[in-house]
Every structure is written in C-alpha cells, then in structure tokens.
C-alpha cells in the first residue's frame, strides 16, 4: 500500500544537518548526480547583500545546479515561514515537472518540517496588534521576563523554546492567545503527519568537538572576508537591529559592536558561543524528526563515500528510476 502511494507522490530529496558540517558541497555533488535542483531551505540565504554571513554559495561553487529562493527579497523584508512553504511547494513541483530531483537543501528545520508534512498555516493569522504588545513587553521587561509568561501557558514549548529566541517565544503566546491550545501540542500533531512527498530525508552530521572547530574556523574566515564591512554596508542603507534579517547569527553581534555595545573580540567571542549553541540545537530539532537518515562524517573515508550511500538510500524510494 505504501508502495503504491509513493508512485503519486512527487519525489524530494532532504539533505540538511548543522550549520558548518559541510552541507553545501555535498548538496551540488548529489545534485549533478541525480540531475537534481537545489531550493535552499535556510532562512537567512532568502537575503541580498547578505553572502557572507548567511556563508552564501558562490555562483562557481554551483556548478551549473540550479539553486532556489537565494536572494529573492531585500534586507527590509520580514520572509517568513508561510512565504517559504508556499514557495518551496511550488518550486517543487515545477522541478518535478521538468524530470528533475527537488532537493531541499539548509539548515532551518521548521522550514523543511513545513514543506514535508505540508503544515497548514493558515488557520491562525498573525495578530500584529499583540505581536507588538509582545514585543513592547520584551523590550521594556527582557526577553526572560517574556519567556517567563509561555513557561506558565505552555511549558512544554518553553523548555523548547531559547529565551532569546523572542520570536518564536511571541509565536507561541500568540498561538495560545488565539486558540487556546498549545503551540507545543500542535506541532507535535503536524509531526505526525506523514510526508507529502515520495522523499529521503538525510542528516549529515559530525562529532561535536570537530563540528565546534569548524564553526570557529568558519566565522574566521567570514571576518577575513569581511562580515564587519558587509554588516557596514547594511546599517548604511539603513537596516536596523530591530529586522528580522539583522537578528541572524553573524549580524546581530556585529551590529552590536558597530553600534558600540562591545569590542570586536567581544562579538566574535559572543557569535562563536551562540553559533556552537545553535547547532547543538539544530542536531536536536532534527533528532525529534522521523524516518531521517544520519550520516556521520567519521564513519566514511571520505565525502565520495557519503554521496554513494545516499545515492543507494535514494534509490530505495524508486525516485531515480
């Protein structure tokens, strides 16, 4: 039966995992391997001007793939995941169209959670006045204060939820303000959902202490290249702390220095620390999903050996045939 119902459904490819474990690379070879294109699933890479950063794909390293939702909006614009899974959805089914591989390739596991279990957003609109009362609230209280109250609306969320990841602190009481019910519950309804796609879902992942070396070496390398100029060059066409573009990792703590705030080893000290700290919670976020499948650096002699084992999981769902 299951057989069956995959053979109506379009094929997609999942490569994902924390942030500097390598995904990039990888994704163009599996891609030229299966005659796939890339969307990106990363929340930060939808950004112009923000390359270095977000450790945007450079035109070269693709390679001739075809890459998806890379710079389609401005530094000013709130994207979102709504936007995403309405655009991912339909780029899916038009690279199915042409005899192509969809791969959803990134980071940012609510984004691809949306797209594969095709999460209905649309029972509960954004409700800006308390948005901004939440907001208000953070901003005059501090971002614990406002963690404090889902902690006694839904302290299952809470505990999943960082406190300085206001936005998603604000999501949920507007969720609960709404509905009455908790956020923390609906979601693991949609988890349970089963995959709209016929799809793979692959974790590339790495032993902790050379993923954190990584992670270092990668924001050295981002500074070299010149993350404080780029962060410069936004402020002076007037992006500001308060966008959602200008909370990522990489900016906000840049934008913390050149306001002043802090020293430049202060910031660096800072992104390096909430860096680690994020893909620790990457790695749990795509723990709690079903039917991944993990790929551990240290297991293979070397990335030819992970694309092979891909390939032969890939085959397994019929989409190469």
């Known amino acids: ?74 530094p000013q614009e709130n994207y979102n995941v709504v936007r995403f899974a309405m655009e991912a959805k339909r780029l899916i089914k038009e690279i199915a169209d042409r005899g192509h591989i969809p791969i959803l390739v990134g980071g940012t596991g609510f984004y691809i ?30 971002a ?52 709209a796609y016929n799809s793979a879902y692959f974790v590339l992942t790495q032993e902790r202490a050379v993923l954190y070396r990584r992670i270092e070496q990668r924001i050295d390398q981002m500074l070299e290249e010149g993350l404080v100029e780029e962060v410069r060059a936004l402020i002076e066409e007037g992006c500001t702390a ?17 306001n002043g705030e802090c020293s430049l080893q202060e910031a ?17 976020w795509f723990r709690r999903e079903r039917d991944v499948l993990w790929f551990d650096r240290g297991d293979y002699a070397n990335e030819q050996e992970i694309l092979a084992a891909m390939l032969r999981e890939a085959e397994k769902t019929g989409m190469l045939t």
């Open 1 to 74: 039966m299951e057989e069956t119902n995959t053979k109506h459904r379009l094929p997609l490819l999942i490569l994902t995992g924390p942030t500097a474990v390598g995904k990039t690379n990888l994704s163009v070879r599996l891609a030229q391997a299966v005659n796939g294109e890339i969307i990106s699933a990363d929340s930060m890479q939808v950004y112009r001007r923000m390359d270095i950063g977000t450790a945007k794909i450079k035109k070269e390293e693709m390679c001739g793939v075809p890459h998806h939702l890379i710079d389609i909006c401005e």
């Open 113 to 142: 959670q949306a797209v594969l279990y095709d999460i209905d957003f649309t029972k509960t609109e954004e409700d800006t006045a308390y948005r901004k009362e939440l907001a208000e609230y953070a901003d005059k209280y501090g």
């Open 144 to 195: 614990q204060a406002l963690h404090a109250l889902l902690a006694k609306a839904d302290p299952a969320s809470a505990a999943a939820i960082h406190a300085n990841n206001v936005k998603r602190v604000i999501r949920a009481l507007e969720f609960y303000k709404q509905t009455g019910g908790l956020i923390s519950v609906h979601n693991e309804e949609q988890h349970q959902k089963e995959s």
């Open 242 to 258: 308060d966008m959602v573009s200008m909370q990522g990792l990489g900016y906000k703590e840049i934008l913390s220095y050149l």
């Open 268 to 284: 660096v000290s800072v992104l390096k620390r909430d860096t680690r700290h994020f893909a620790k919670r990457q790695i749990t």
